[in-house]
């Protein structure tokens, strides 16, 4: 399909558009650049061009309108929902989203101006403000034409929220429990009054968790009188998911995560998420310099001993890595709490020491052929010790990370790796000068 | 909570249950001992009582059952849905499960087999067989008057497809339009056609991904002749990704994913989940050793050399990490295709360089201080070299791995590290030689 583009084939382009899926297209057209993306956006029918602009990330969206005429754009703007339009004019220069902005008719202005108006990462910016309440005292027949007259401008009504006169969050009643029942019931008797809701100023990691726990479709959203101001739904949570799982998986490389998908980020970009915690893990590998200038002299005295700094300290960092990975993933998912520290430390200690030992067994007999006895006696239990201490110190990071309200996520393999490698040498060392009597 | 438990204070323990959600007591329940959580569980109304047990895990629904007396054994099991109920089936000795299913009514057994013929991971196996599917030339009042008799019974009617006569699947409808328009409306003017679908076999993973980037709530199931057999709903989805990502991130750590919840698993079953990687990166990590005694000359000359080894073989660890995980998580969200190897590269060779050139500008001053001007030289060489050649090789094995049909993420921060730790310290001992002219 970028074939056709680069030959201008629009005959072509426009049986390939016929043929596939919304999806589809937006895919490619995230694939293709600036001007390529608006000329092939332009040959669009106006129903899929609105649900392909939809699907692209807000960058691209951004891009791709300074490719459009200004009243396709302003088209555009007008037909998104509230919550996508809020996040699109995140990524806008100020002066574009302003101009923009003002070209809205007075709803959508007022509706987006709401959304923008709440802190970032807060539920009240991905929330959607279109949300049909139910009265608890009206029948389900009502409720239902209700439905027909208004729902149509809603982002959901498979969760419709029923308030009492001041807007206060009562219940919460499923579309499917509304068709299903008599016509004649009261909403109050079908709703269900155990509801799941959450605060605007409520972090969008935290409501979007709940809901893939809870397993809902959509979420009423309160201020801090109680009162409904908006609804997230299903689609919003798995987006936010998997943005913080973006972030998580970057930072557990040891890298900023990107703010863009990875095409879109210049060379330049790339090297900027990676460049502070480089450094940051190259300063403090100096440790690393320093230690074994201090076992210098041992180091003469046993050559045969600088050997195994790689494999010693590499081992260490792998163990410490995989536990670090274990306990932030429990973290991250609700298994572990930072309440747990006692018994996880029991646990991977218990981990550390079987690993350490088997590590061990497996360096004796080759390192004793290839050196000789004391050397193996050495490496085997700097393994043991090594081994036990990164799972520890992997595993006792991530808790405490948590509990001091940085991602655990920060304590990376690689922070990991460098953490244990100047201590491991330590170990080393002592366990050779006591061994082997220098 | 757990103290109440613990104090057999049921009294109190029926307040806590009667006041908090669904969500916490599951949540509780899934961190009690087995006998607790049966004792606790007992002390439920039945229909929260179900509810809870399917917001639970596997393993612990499974370890629940054996607490319980059969009689409500057999209600729990019978209530369950079909795909919950094949997903606890695959937790369970087979002879228990046998037992199981042969107490179902015949209705239920029939779904529940079907589903466990399907081959493990494929949509089969998390679909539900109970779906509600329209006709064409039915009217919608029609459509709804028939979801009222019969819709109770499926798992979603949000998403309703529409089938021919042959059962084959001509398009579907949502709940919402069917619900906003004119009662008079033929369904088959109402419904979409540019339908999305899965077959039967096909991947989990991807029909998740599927939902999730067209943001559906449903998705119908077809078979080889694109006849409608079920529907996966974006519970399911969500809980597919988890479970994914969980993977994904177990392999980043170096270690084989947990089977269960980290609570769940025991201290050995962690170290198997983590020995075999560990083994074989330290089999790895001896072609250091040997690159070390190749070398062990131009060591005894010059044993400035030793200590950099760690910084310079760290740091090559640390900048490879950083380019898998990106590259990983670009092939996991299908922001990156296997065919864009040539782009990646020729990104990741200039970041690698622009990354080097930095930690060997940081690191020339020190080293000229502490040592001398020729060593300063020779450690930010190695620096530039083993940053880019470690970007390089972080970048490239992600996209190996995916065209080899491995995933991706085995291409782990510990397996790269140990890769190019050997590398590194040629690279490092040949700029030694000819900087320092031994």
Redesign the interface.
């Known amino acids: 399909m970028p074939e056709l583009v680069a030959k201008r084939d629009v005959m072509a382009l426009n049986e390939w558009l016929a043929g596939a ?3 589809d297209v937006a ?1 490619e057209l ?1 694939r293709l650049s600036p001007s390529d993306r608006a000329i092939t956006f332009r040959l669009l029918p106006k129903d899929r061009a609105l649900e392909a602009f939809e ?1 692209l990330d807000p960058i691209h969206q951004q891009e791709l309108l300074e490719g459009l005429r200004d009243s396709s754009v302003r088209q555009l703007f007008e037909d998104m929902d509230p919550d996508d339009r809020a996040r699109l004019v995140d990524e806008m220069p100020a002066k574009v989203a302003k101009q923009l902005l003002a070209g809205l008719s007075p709803r959508e202005r007022t509706l987006t101006s709401r959304l923008l108006g709440y802190p970032e990462n807060s539920a009240g910016r991905v929330m959607s403000p279109e949300v049909v309440n139910l009265k608890a005292n009206q029948t389900a027949g009502d409720a ?1 034409e209700r ?2 007259r208004i ?2 401008s809603a982002e ?3 969760a419709l929220p029923v308030t009492d006169d001041a807007r206060r969050l009562v219940g919460v009643l499923g ?2 429990d509304l ?2 029942a008599d016509p004649a019931t009261k909403v109050g008797d079908l709703m269900d009054t ?1 509801v ?1 809701k959450a605060r605007v100023d409520q972090d969008q990691e935290e409501i979007a968790r ?1 809901m ?4 809902l ?1 959509a979420l009423p959203i309160v201020d801090t009188e109680d009162r409904l101001v908006g609804i997230v739904t ?2 919003d ?3 936010i ?2 943005e913080e ?2 972030e ?3 930072r ?4 900023e995560p ?1 703010e863009h ?3 879109s980020v210049s ?2 970009g ?2 900027r ?3 502070v ?3 940051v ?2 300063v403090a ?2 440790l ?2 320093n230690v ?2 201090v076992f ?1 002299a041992t ?2 005295q046993v ?1 045969a001993l ?6 010693v ?3 260490g ?3 410490g ?10 973290l991250a ?4 709490r930072t309440s ?1 520290v006692a ?1 996880v430390v029991l ?2 200690a ?2 550390g020491v ?2 350490g030992a ?2 061990a067994a ?2 004796f007999l ?1 390192t004793m052929l ?1 050196i000789d006895a004391r050397m193996a006696a050495v490496v085997s239990l700097t ?1 043991l010790a090594v081994c036990t201490l990164a799972t520890l110190v992997g595993s006792l990071l991530p808790l405490l990370a948590r509990r001091l309200g940085f991602d655990p996520a920060v304590m ?3 922070f990991i ?2 953490l244990v ?1 100047a201590t491991g ?1 330590v170990v080393y060392f002592l366990i050779a000068k006591a061994v082997l009597g220098i």
Not at 321 to 330: D, E
């Open positions: 899926s919304t999806l895919d995230a699907l239902l439905l027909r729902g149509a959901t009504i498979y579309l499917r068709v299903l155990d799941y709940l893939q726990e809870a397993d479709l299903v689609d949570a798995m987006q998911l998997e799982q973006t998580d998986v970057a557990a490389g040891g890298a990107l998908p990875y095409l060379v330049l790339l090297a998420t990676r460049v915690w480089l450094l893990l190259i590998a100096t690393t310099v074994l200038h210098e180091l003469d050559v600088t050997l195994f700094i790689p494999l300290i590499g081992s960092g792998n163990a890595s995989q536990s670090a990975t274990t306990v932030t993933r429990a998912v609700g298994e572990l747990d018994l646990r991977e218990r981990v079987l690993l088997m590590l497996l360096a080759p290839f393994l990376s393999a690689p790796s460098t490698d040498l």
